[in-house]
């Protein structure tokens, strides 16, 4: 069973920072299957990111998605009040089909 | 436009049974692989389940494995989670969500449902 272990799982940064968030995986995975969404307070996830750095239909470009092994990053270059959300990383493998990181709270400082 | 509209929540007793929709539209809902995810309150996104377009692959994750039941009915655009012998841990929000024609990835999740399993 693979897991997904994010860090940190809080981080406090101010609009305009730039933030980045880890997902480390427990073995080696496929680049190809690791996706990150974004979920903002009662709302459904979001895809932000697939294939570990291609960005989703209209995401824009401040937001990038780099790694591969067992080791990825989410990274906003300059982060918009919109940004604060929790961000989980995912992995389709074998079993479970489907495996979430425990989320990264980006937080306003 | 895409859309994924999630029904069939409530509250319901341990032991008890309960069965979530998904009316799906905008898209060609037959060739499409559908999932569920759940969240419990406070936490973390937890995969359920997964059907293939046309029923031929179902998988489940082993938390609920031989309690709840995928299905779909494409003629109708709708997928169903039946879900039997409820417990307290199985309390959640359930969302449906598109597999991004077989990537493996959602790319389109309904607004949730919610599930509390209390006496």
């Known amino acids: 069973e693979i897991v997904l272990t994010q860090s940190p799982g809080i981080l406090s940064l101010s609009p305009g920072e730039r933030a980045t968030l880890s997902c480390r995986a427990s073995?080696?995975?496929?680049?190809?299957?690791l996706v990150w969404y974004q979920q903002k307070p009662g709302q459904a996830p979001r895809l932000l990111i697939y294939g570990a750095s291609s960005r989703a239909t209209g995401i824009p470009d401040r937001f990038s998605g780099s790694g591969s092994g067992t080791d990825f990053t989410l990274t906003i270059s300059r982060l918009e009040p919109g940004d604060f959300a929790v961000y989980y990383c995912q992995h389709y493998g074998s079993s479970p089909l489907y495996s979430f990181g425990q989320g990264t709270k980006l937080e306003i400082k | 436009e895409v859309q994924l509209v999630e029904s069939g929540g409530g509250l319901v007793k341990p032991g008890g049974s309960l069965r979530l929709s998904c009316a799906a539209s905008?898209?060609?809902?037959?060739?499409?692989?559908m999932n569920w995810v759940r969240q419990a309150p406070g936490k973390g996104l937890e995969w359920v389940s997964s059907?293939?377009?046309?029923?031929?692959?179902?998988y489940y994750a082993d938390s609920v494995k031989g309690r709840f039941t995928i299905s779909r009915d494409n003629a109708k655009n709708s997928l169903y989670l039946q879900m039997n012998s409820l417990r307290a841990e199985d309390t959640a929000v359930y969302y449906c969500?598109?597999?991004?024609?077989?990537?493996?990835?959602?790319?389109?999740w309904g607004q949730g449902t919610l599930v509390t399993v209390s006496s």
């Open positions: 059907i293939s377009s046309s029923s031929g692959y179902i």
């Open positions: 969500a598109r597999d991004s024609g077989g990537y493996n990835r959602f790319d389109y």
């Open positions: 073995q080696s995975v496929s680049s190809s299957y």
């Open positions: 905008g898209f060609t809902f037959s060739s499409y692989s």
